[in-house]
Nanobody
């Protein structure tokens, strides 16, 4: 069983940057698609970004495209989300997730497609 632990969240001001990390244990992530989701208070969890197991393909939600960058280091079993130009709309609990196998169509958008989830890390953007 794979365990995922997010870190790097915190309180920042609009325009600031944060780098979130997700560390995996209990098994390698070398053949898992990895994604970041987020959930703001009173809202459903939403897709943020996804990266294939070999880092050849990435997709981003329109709301973060151009500002966020997802990356991974399979040798270290880590996933990273670099977040720039943060605004209040980015305030949420951020979760990393692992997907076994291959994505088809837009399945990467769906929370139930992911087998493993971290506990989340809080990101608050406020002046």
């Amino acid at each position: 069983q794979v365990q995922l632990v997010e870190s790097g969240g915190g309180l920042v001001q609009p325009g600031d940057s944060l780098r979130l990390s997700c560390a995996a244990s209990g098994g390698p992530l070398s053949r898992y698609g990895m994604a970041w989701f987020r959930q703001a208070p009173g809202k459903e969890r939403e897709f943020v970004a996804v990266i294939t197991w070999d880092s050849t393909t990435t997709f981003y939600a329109d709301s973060v495209k151009g500002r966020f960058t997802i990356s991974r280091d399979n040798a270290r079993n880590t996933l990273t989300l670099q977040m720039n130009s943060l605004n209040s709309g980015d305030t949420a609990v951020y979760y990393c997730a692992a997907h076994a196998g291959y994505f088809t169509g837009r399945d990467y958008l769906l929370m139930h497609e992911y087998s493993y989830w971290g506990q989340g890390t809080q990101v608050t953007v406020s002046s």
